[in-house]
């Protein structure tokens, strides 16, 4: 069935249903440092969904740490949530960013909040987790079409979830029937990832690799 046989299914007044995909659980592991991560994630027409773990060990100057997160974002990331939580053998830490319409960030640490703009950011980057780098290019869509962008992103720090203003770029490599090669990251040395047909991360070199 078409979107326009859907539309014509549609009661009066009603809008059309996003399109619905059956979730999917993609696992990343990484090997310097050892990492392994895992997410449920459901995509749809309007909206993203993504909830997952990450462990990561120890290494000369970090210490072993495990991570659960949950995300939401609407098409274009105007808005959205993310709920961050880790702990180490000392401490555990949480921290909550919402995105509102109009631009404006909620940045929540349990006991204390701020609110700000970070320049007009939309995509947050959390270190070390591969499931953040599906938003922004799905967005920008250089998965699909060649494009380059240097945009501002919000980047959360782990496992002490501290927050930064960053420029990351993002740049179309390569395309295939299969995905596509993108540059991502700092301006001066990107990674070349390479992302499936719908911008999920296959392999991050350096990061992780879909297992």
């Known amino acids: 069935m078409t979107s326009s046989d859907a539309a014509q299914r549609t009661a009066p007044g009603v809008p059309p249903r996003a399109a619905q995909r059956t979730p999917t659980v993609i696992t990343w592991q990484g090997g310097s440092p ?6 449920r994630l459901l995509v749809t027409d309007s909206r993203l969904r993504a ?4 462990i990561a060990a120890a290494t000369a100057d970090r210490e072993a740490y495990s991570a659960s997160f949950e995300a939401a974002v609407d098409k274009g990331e105007a808005s ?16 909550s960013l919402s995105r509102t319409e109009d631009g404006v960030w909620l940045v929540d640490h349990g ?3 701020e609110r700000g ?4 950011a939309v995509a ?3 270190a070390g987790a591969v499931t953040f780098t599906t938003l922004p290019i799905r967005r920008l869509g250089v998965h699909r079409e060649a494009g380059e962008f240097e945009i501002p992103v919000v980047r959360v720090s782990m496992p002490d979830l501290s927050v930064s203003l960053v420029t990351q770029v993002f740049r179309t490599v390569s395309l295939d029937e299969g995905g596509a090669v993108v ?3 700092d301006p001066g040395s990107p990674a070349e990832v390479r992302v499936d047909a719908d911008g999920i991360v296959v ?6 690799r879909r297992v």
């Open 124 to 126: 947050v980057d959390v």
């Open 111 to 113: 006991t204390a909040s």
């Open 34 to 39: 050892a990492t392994l991560e895992s997410t």
């Open 183 to 185: 540059a991502i990251g």
């Open 117 to 120: 703009d970070f320049s007009g």
């Open 80 to 95: 959205g949530r993310l709920l961050l939580r880790t702990t180490t053998a000392d401490e555990e830490r949480q921290i």
């Open 203 to 208: 392999d991050f070199p350096g990061t992780a």
């Open 51 to 54: 909830s997952g773990r990450l």
